[in-house]
């Protein structure tokens, strides 16, 4: 009953099957390992110490940022140069912009500093200036921003002095030194109280976010699509497994015979039917009657 699976249509369905499910178990396994790397990763991260009650370290001790020196207090020495405003920032759910400055370090890069935040727009809000001379900053490290980061702005066209990217990629084509491939915001600002210290963000990729939950959920469709590919497969077995049943029981005829037996039946029928209506015609015409008498 079961030798229609060893037939060329079959073989092609088979291999189909065989290769899909272990596909779809393989994604969907691997959108699980997403999720729950996600979430060892913010575990982790919510264990770690606040910012301020960890010792700060040189900004080249603690490069590259990555997950465990995000947020760590760095510090470094320098002059500060470059002054750049961040427009399109909130804070607290107000709009306004980062103050930032390029520190020039002894060893030749530049660090940028976020010195704080202000409302408004740039241009229209008075900035305090930066201290002069060398100085020692001490500010929360940060990662590199990129276009996915909330409130980039990486349509570019900003007027002169403006950045929508804090990023040394950003920043290399804008200054004439090297910059360090990441930032760093104070938390001290400046003593006449007008700039507002910029919080520390927590690591890209550590939290239970939005992304987090669609890897759960990838993994759901990828199990339910491996499980609907075994349904249909036994389903369409069944099918034809119960069509070829019928016909060795004769429960249906061969498609090819049922349709000569319909032709000879058609050809029997069509010769009787025309001479009954000629006969019925000639029987109801007067014209016929008469010129036979």
Not at 22 to 43: A, N, S, Y
Request: some cysteine; charged content about 20%.
């Amino acid at each position: 009953m079961y030798r229609f699976l060893l037939t060329p249509r079959w073989w092609g369905i088979n291999l189909f099957v065989v290769l899909a499910i272990p596909f779809c178990i393989f994604m969907g396994t691997w959108q699980l390992g997403r999720f729950e790397d996600r979430v060892q990763t913010h575990d982790a991260a919510e264990k770690q110490p606040a910012p301020g009650t960890r010792a700060a370290k040189p900004i080249d001790d603690l490069l590259p940022v990555d997950t465990v020196t995000s947020g760590r207090p760095a510090t470094a020495t320098g002059r500060y140069a470059d002054q750049f405003l961040v427009p399109g920032r909130k804070l607290d759910d107000k709009s306004g912009f980062y103050v930032l400055n390029m520190l020039r370090t002894d060893g030749g890069k530049a660090l940028p500093v976020v010195r704080g935040w202000l409302p408004g727009r740039p241009g229209h809000t008075a900035v305090p200036a930066a201290p002069t001379g060398e100085v020692t900053v001490t500010g929360d490290l940060q990662a590199s921003e990129n276009a996915g980061t909330t409130g980039v702005d990486s349509g570019g066209g900003l007027p002169p002095g403006q950045l929508g990217m804090i990023s040394a990629a950003s920043l290399v084509n804008l200054v004439p030194y090297d910059v360090y491939d990441a930032w760093v915001t104070l938390q001290d600002t400046d003593a006449t109280g007008s700039l507002r210290p910029v919080p520390a963000a927590v690591p890209q990729g550590t939290g239970l976010d939005l992304k987090a939950f669609q890897n759960l959920g990838y993994t759901g469709e990828w199990f339910v699509f491996a499980g609907f590919v075994l349904f249909m497969w036994f389903r369409l077995v069944r099918r034809e497994a119960e069509a070829a049943r019928d016909l060795k029981l004769g429960l249906v005829s061969d498609a090819n015979e049922g349709t000569g037996s319909t032709a000879d039946a058609e050809a029997d029928t069509r010769p009787a039917d025309a001479t009954d209506a000629a006969d019925t015609t000639d029987a109801a015409d007067p014209r016929v009657s008469a010129d036979a008498g």
